[in-house]
């Protein structure tokens, strides 16, 4: 049974950073894409950021430049540093694990944006 267990989020003023931590568990990590995805209230869920298992990477347009998508295959862990923050980024972040059809999320982490 795949478990993620994402971490990291807080309330944090505009132009600050965070880093968001992913572990994850029953599954062959390296093998699998990961992707961490976010949700504001009243807004759809949407992709920020994706790494491939052979770590080739993607962004939403909303983030390219201000957030690093990463992986430590060692650890089981993917990573979203999140810097210049804004107003607009604040939202639940979840994580996601994708190989074939297997798809598991975690249960979000909690980033709020504001002075």
């Known amino acids: 049974q795949v478990q993620l267990v994402e971490s990291g989020g807080d309330l944090v003023q505009p132009g600050g950073s965070l880093r968001l931590s992913c572990v994850a568990s029953g599954l062959s990590f390296s093998s699998y894409h990961m992707s961490w995805y976010r949700q504001a209230p009243g807004k759809e869920r949407e992709l920020v950021a994706h790494?491939?298992?052979?770590?080739?990477?993607n962004y939403a347009d909303s983030v390219k430049g201000r957030f690093t998508i990463s992986r430590d295959n060692a650890k089981n862990t993917v990573y979203l540093q999140m810097n210049s923050l804004k107003p607009e980024d604040t939202a639940v972040y979840y994580c996601?694990?994708?190989?074939?059809?297997?798809?598991?999320w975690g249960q979000g982490t909690q980033v709020t944006v504001s002075s």
């Open positions: 790494i491939s298992a052979r770590s080739s990477t």
């Open positions: 996601r694990s994708v190989r074939g059809l297997n798809v598991s």
